[in-house]
């Protein structure tokens, strides 16, 4: 599905990752390890295409697609969940949902109306916030709204980045919650963490040390 050959990437002359190589298969959930600093989200920000300047090979469905835009990624089949979240904070939450939706239906998806019913099913926790500006949702809350956000594209990936960092316990069962039955009905996920959250369900392991893939468990 997604295959990554010996990929590095620069801030400037400052370089961030060295060689990384790795794959994403049908259904998969792999789990990128490594503190703060390792270089998990300059990794999944390259692979969507909107992080530093990289070089590698970057293979999905067997097609290169390293010099394709974000969107073009997005529309691929790629969606990434950033660790900031990037919502419209000034909109509203349903106002979020289907700014996302539009432009993002492909042959033979579920149509954006039954994509915001599976999200509304999949977090009924938004269900009373529809009409709630983004701005005065708590952190856990925003970080459900931009994980549903991205499922609105109908992704095929979901590149994740600390998805249940910083947010209430409750919040965090209910995201891992989440992101199990996806993983159930067979979205693959590329998932940066370092608290564990999510590995322990992981098919692999990966271990990012100072921008170098260091070990797979």
Known sequence: MLKVERLNAWYGQAQALFDVSLSVGEGELVVIQGLNGAGKSTLLQS?????????????????????WPAHRRAQAGLGFVAED???????????????????????GQATPAQRFDQVMALFPQLQTMLNRPASQMSGGEQQMLALARTLMTGPRLLLLDEPCEGIAPLLVAAMRDALLQLAREGVAMLVAEQNNILSRHAQRVLVLTSGRLESTA
């Open 47 to 67: 692979l969507i295409g909107i992080g530093p300047r990289a070089q590698g090979q970057i293979l999905w469905q067997g097609e290169p697609l390293h010099t």
């Open 85 to 107: 979240r990037r919502l419209f904070t000034a909109l509203s939450v349903q106002e979020n949902l289907w700014i996302a939706a539009s432009g993002a239906a492909r042959r």
